[in-house]
């Protein structure tokens, strides 16, 4: 019996995808995070450890999923494909994520605690960044799929060990992918208000990241 194919196709966001991944990961903190953070907590982290990191898309280290068909239009219109639509995109997004070469650990353009320097792949570990999924597309394997697409292009770039700074909301997901808590960190938002995150580690076996198939730009 063969696998019933996934809905959405990877590729690597353009410049012209920000607005649409800015709209999407509103939609995803707001309607995900709850159980985990406070309202305080996500409107204020939305103004800056959750906005867009730009240096990932012009870096060509993220990706965005991408549903084909889904646009913003009659009834299944959403504030995410209105978005898309608007970037120029025709199709709506329904998660984002990947990697960093970067010393950036987490946190967007607007957030303070940043470091653009580059990472050695001979001795450092690759950052896992900015994991989101659009709350229609939760818990299908969208989140798990991102991870696996930014894993393996970071082992394809020689780097042999991943950190993250993981929400509480992702830390299941990263877990079940092999994933072992480090340390836990309070990232200043603002407003005196920190955003609990915990840095998880994994190492890499050399043979991975042969490819991974992330669709057409």
């Not at 867009?52 to 870096?59: G, Q, Y």
Request: hydrophobic share 45%.
């Amino acid at each position: 019996m063969q696998p019933t194919p996934s809905p959405w196709r990877l590729r690597v966001a353009q410049e012209q995808d920000i607005p649409a991944i800015a709209a999407l990961i509103a939609a995803s903190v707001r309607g995900l995070s709850c159980p985990e953070y406070s309202p305080e907590q996500r409107e204020r982290a939305l103004e800056t450890a959750f906005t867009v990191d730009t240096r990932l898309i012009a870096d060509g280290t993220y990706f965005v999923a991408t549903i084909p068909g889904e646009q913003a239009t009659g009834a299944a219109a959403t504030p995410v494909a209105a978005a898309a639509t608007a970037g120029g995109n025709a199709s709506a997004l329904a998660g984002c994520g990947g990697w960093g070469r970067r010393k950036t650990l987490c946190g967007g353009d607007l957030h303070a605690v940043r470091d653009d320097g580059w990472l050695d792949p001979a001795t450092d570990a690759a950052k896992i960044r900015a994991i989101f999924v659009h709350p229609r597309w939760a818990r299908q394997g969208l989140g798990g799929a991102l991870l696996r697409a930014a894993e393996a292009a970071a082992a394809a770039a020689g780097f042999r060990r991943l950190e993250m700074g993981a929400t509480l909301t992702g830390a299941p997901l990263y877990r079940r992918a092999g994933y072992t808590d480090v340390e836990r960190l309070e990232i200043p938002i603002g407003g005196g208000l920190t955003l609990p995150v915990i840095v998880m580690a994994k190492g890499l076996p050399a043979a991975a990241g042969a490819g991974v198939a992330t669709g057409g730009k």
